[in-house]
């Protein structure tokens, strides 16, 4: 038997600690999930002692040096297994410039920042929560100095920036919020003054018992092509979200009485993120090279199902069917396609982002980039954030929360470390747009067979084009095959003309 | 800031070793109860990957290097931690024996046998499962050769007993279980002569439905003291089990709707295993000598809960009345107390393990004893099991199973490569008769509170004389400081007398 090659030790190295990753997102959802209320502590000592092994795996001076050694002979290596190479000295790079204790508490926030968001978020009480957001950007400056300093990036919050999103850069990010925010001060006045002088819908009132939110749901999940074969679907209280691994993918929805608009289209958004897990390449399972391509592209493939597919016209008159049936409302006009569509291309300043329709979408993540931005850079203090919260919603979307539940303490992301991580939602938004518009000009039959309730042609595009790509191509490359240009907002701009303004968007004619 | 000790050192690593483990055990629940069928390889690689991972940490060199120096200074450390140093260099010597491919291959066999177990045993079809125990069998063996040379032990067999209850040697357990087959030789057989002579039990016939059943199941675990707030019961259709971490217990029972037994001492058996992980001492948490002593003693927590309390009159009197509540059947004759004593009290020969009664249950578990330490020992192959288990079970107990599903395939431990855990039951069976009587001794309300369903006084005992000492004493010490002398047989004797001959044990004179 010959000496396994420095870069068999690395794939090896990197199965055992993709393996455990994924435990813990298991543990994670668990916790969420089912775990007894006197657990917590315990379950987050077994969060963080996984956190400090992997960790201490990759900052192992075998890893370095297998590194090295697999660089120096990489001519030996298949342009995949190049690229895999690469992306396992990027995820280095990332893990081993964090020093032991900074790595092990920023672990430690990630596991109990999701816990403490639960507790106390619905209080609105911002006393109860200060001090641990202040840690949380502190441990979060900490690490993107750290980064920065080894990757020799512009600033601390584009080291972060990086982490969610691989090669994304501050100026880029900068960029197209810039053009977005010209574009939607512009189209949302105008959407405004459009439905005013529209019908109004007719309110849809429940209530709609959770058990039959819960049998749609599930059975929405699969036709978007969740495979319930290798995942689950839970209905909890708090904040929805996907996990797991590739082959054991975990999504949680919430159900609410009077309104299943909320329940179905996190549920369909989760399950966008789960396809997108479940598709990618087997062939490269457990290496970077099979892994997605960062959370930019991964909002994408949630919203190409949630707002690109789910609330298109076809698909609203496939679900009034189906809402009809659930809920035994027949003939019901205020489940009517007419009034669903009536009652989703609707937009309206709202204090929450996820309960925010997508052409207003794109300013509450604007604000948070901002804000985030300016804590890390030192011009903003954690303590000034509730004001700084309110004077940014006046600004932009002209309303005030009455409180911090409704404002500043409404996400987990910020008390869980994870800063830098929102700008990702609206790149995903633009994204969706622009592979939903490439699919369709690929496949004429994608939208008219939603109609039909039939994902398939689509999933089968979106599993050729993107899924199947894991991380073998970058970022730019695998736009550009995809759709024939790297990603920019053109497609996002058409669509939300074409869905709130009724017409094509002509840019700079408003 | 002072430099960490080798001791400090140890107690962090052993920590984050426990954490990893405790986190394997709730992914292997969650792989029982709740993972969705395509994703099994996937947990199984995770739970692989964590094996591999706490192996590899033992074996780091400086664990020994922290124990040789720890070892040369423990005169500063407390008696306590002594013995928890102690401690540290069993486990060590056990997992650091074996090397690295065996370890792998143990942990495979752990992870993978129960899921072929559940695959494969209803068939009793022995063909589908002969080489995987075969080579789970090849692999123990090698596992209790690697570790009987670093221990200096008498056998492969010997190591391999050790691992589930430390200081246990193969000599004991021949000496107690001669004892107990030659006085269950002359018991058994004026125990059905004594029954002939009664009247027969009238029929306890159903369906009692699973969920009223699992109302009742979770009653009854809160009664005898299993804490909801550190941990879950949950239905299943395999074997019933209790895993989880001390703050985080997690049991499954079965229901049958034909026999409601099963389900309740399936559950009030495994909320005994849980009650003693969640008393064990929270100061000493995931250190060796916070641990329970080994699956002897942890049996005698699960046994003293199910036969010596929960199969008592006096809560016999107490169950009566909640199952004519839970099933609606007030009055009725056949859920009378007496009914009860006459059903449960009643011995016969039996094929599976799990359901026999506690008069015959000490030949199922000398019959496996005998094959397992047969095959560790080359004298027996594994091919030939299946003859050499029929030829035991006539000879132990008169009758045949009529296919492997009720014989040598019924049990989870072998094809998980659990060689040498039988003994522990009916270990555990005379350790629960030795303490209930010591209890009972001790405070006198135990027997009388029972009736009224209150476990506070047999709990309290539990917790001061076993639960709360861990691992703290030897097992001979805990037995002689809780109950007067080392554990024997002679308290099991008595019991198993009282209940099934009317009368006090006399030995020679039965």
Known sequence: MSQPSSYDNLKATFARMRNLSYAAEILSKDMETVLAKGSHQDRINQLVAIGETTHAIMCDKRVEDWLDDAEANQQNLSAEDQRNLHLMRREWVHEASLPDDLAREASRVAAEGEQIHTQNYKSGDWSKVRDWYTHSFAIARQVGQAKQAKMGLASAYEALLDQFSPGLRAAQVEQEFSALDKALRVMIPEAFARQKSAP????????????????????LAKLVGFDTNRGILYAI????????SPDDSRITTRCNDTDFFDSIYSTVHEAGHAIYGQNLPAAWRYQPAGDHMGMGVHESQSMIIEYQACMSGPFL????????????RANDPALSAENLKRTL????????RVQADELTYPLHVILRHDLEQRIINGTLEVKDLPDAWNDGMKQRLGVVPPDASKGCMQDVHWPCGMIGYFPAYTLGAMGAAQFFAAAKRADPTVLPEITKGNFKPLND???ANIHSKGSLLSNNDLFTKA?????NAQAYLNHLSERYLGRPYTPGTP
């Open 317 to 328: 008159d496939y679900l009034s069917g189906e809402l009809q049936k659930t809920f035994n």
């Open 461 to 463: 595009w979106q599993r």
């Open 345 to 352: 291309w609707h937009s309206q300043p709202s204090f929450i």
């Open 483 to 487: 759709t024939g240009a790297p990603l």
């Open 237 to 244: 209280d708090g904040h929805p979200s996907s996990a797991g």
């Open 200 to 219: 109004a819908a007719l309110p849809i009132t429940g209530p709609f018992p959770r058990e039959a939110q819960m049998v749609l749901n599930h059975a």
